[in-house]
T-cell receptor
Framework: DGGITQSPKYLFRKEGQNVTLSCEQN?????MYWYRQDPGQGLRLIYYSQIVNDFQKGDIAEGYSVSREKKESFPLTVTSAQKNPTAFYLC????????????FGQGTRLTVV | GDSVTQMEGPVTLSEEAFLTINCTYT??????LFWYVQYPGEGLQLLLKATKADDKGSNKGFEATYRKETTSFHLEKGSVQVSDSAVYFC?????????????WGLGTSLAVNP
């Protein structure tokens, strides 16, 4: 079955450590997105990529980094520079057409301890 | 710039009540409009969409009509169930050159009591 997979579902990190969240899709989508979700703040765009080997900063990119070496994969690294990393992280993918829906993973809940 | 505004929640209803969640948008071009639903602890999933003016999207008893004259895409359901309790997001999608923009509302939480 086609879909988009995020792992792990829950992640704990000590302060000062970098951590990488995985996102893989087998939908043959060109575009992939990372969002952060905090209570009452909706979805905030961290990074997005419309094509392999290219990506752009979203609204809250500081303290995060990404890579897009393969069409199927768009990992997100939360670095120690991110001041408040505890949040729910969502990965999504879509075709690049205006009318097509975005598909979401199940999310990763990151907690800094 | 483009934006999406949803009514604030939480919305609390009794089972079988009528639901309306308001959504209005501003856009420079001709966007597609979407409603997504998020159940607790999960990702978002598409509920319905409309790609041009006067289109009506529908799914699982939910409906929304793309109203260009009022720049609105209100979500409605005639009789809600406890299982409809979730957060609902309105979104618009537009092409910007070779890229696609997705703009999200803040979400509206719905709680349905038995």
């Amino acid at each position: 079955d086609g879909g988009i997979t995020q792992s792990p579902k829950y992640l704990f990190r000590k302060e000062g450590q970098n951590v990488t969240l995985s996102c893989e899709q087998n939908l043959n989508h060109d575009a992939m997105y990372w969002y952060r979700q905090d209570p009452g703040q909706g979805l905030r765009l961290i990074y997005y990529s419309q094509i392999v080997n290219d990506f752009q900063k979203g609204d809250i990119a500081e303290g995060y980094s990404v890579s897009r070496e393969k069409k199927e994969s768009f990992p997100l690294t939360v670095t120690s520079a991110q001041k408040n990393p505890t949040a729910f992280y969502l990965c999504a993918s879509s075709y690049r057409g205006r009318d097509t829906e975005a598909f979401f993973g199940q999310g990763t809940r990151l907690t800094v301890v | 710039g483009d934006s999406v505004t949803q009514m604030e929640g939480p919305v609390t209803l009794s089972e079988e009540a009528f639901l309306t969640i308001n959504c209005t948008y501003t856009a420079t071009g001709y966007p597609s409009l979407f409603w997504y639903v998020q159940y607790p602890g999960e990702g978002l999933q598409l509920l319905l969409k409309a790609t041009k003016a006067d289109d009506k999207g529908s799914n699982k008893g939910f409906e929304a009509t793309y109203r260009k004259e009022t720049t609105s895409f209100h979500l409605e359901k005639g009789s809600v169930q406890v299982s409809d309790s979730a957060v609902y997001f309105c979104a618009l999608s537009e092409r910007a050159g070779n890229n696609r923009k997705l703009i999200w509302g803040l979400g509206t939480s719905l709680a349905v009591n038995p």
